[in-house]
Nanobody
Framework: QVQLTESGGDSVQAGGSLTLSCTASGVVYRGHCLDWFRQAPGQQRGGVARFDRNSGGTFHHASVKGRFTISHDSAENTLYLQMHSLPPEDTGLYFC??????????????????WGQGTQVTVSS
């Protein structure tokens, strides 16, 4: 059974930076994708970034491109999301997820098989 544990969420001022981490335990197959999702208050959960464990390729949603960077440390089995120049609109609960289906950009909620518990990011103006 795969378990995903996020950390790194915090409250920051607009323009600040944060790095989120997601550590995976259990068997994670090479063909799976590791994704970051965000759920803003009152909104549906949406895909923010993807790391394809098979190809090493990445995807970033247009709303975060150039400001967020997804990366993966295979030795530590940890997924990261570096976030810079944060505006208040980036506030939300950030989840990492493991998706056996990797053919959508942005990642789809329905494709994820395992979820972490989420970590809160609050950006104040």
């Amino acid at each position: 059974q795969v378990q995903l544990t996020e950390s790194g969420g915090d409250s920051v001022q607009a323009g600040g930076s944060l790095t989120l981490s997601c550590t995976a335990s259990g068997v994670v197959y090479r063909g799976h994708c590791l994704d970051w999702f965000r759920q803003a208050p009152g909104q549906q959960r949406g895909g923010v970034a993807r790391f394809d464990r098979n190809s090493g390729g990445t995807f970033h949603h247009a709303s975060v491109k150039g400001r967020f960077t997804i990366s993966h440390d295979s030795a530590e089995n940890t997924l990261y999301l570096q976030m810079h120049s944060l505006p208040p609109e980036d506030t939300g609960l950030y989840f990492c997820a493991l998706s056996p289906i990797c053919d959508s950009e942005p990642p789809r909620v329905g494709d994820a098989a395992h979820w972490g518990q989420g970590t809160q990011v609050t950006v104040s103006s």
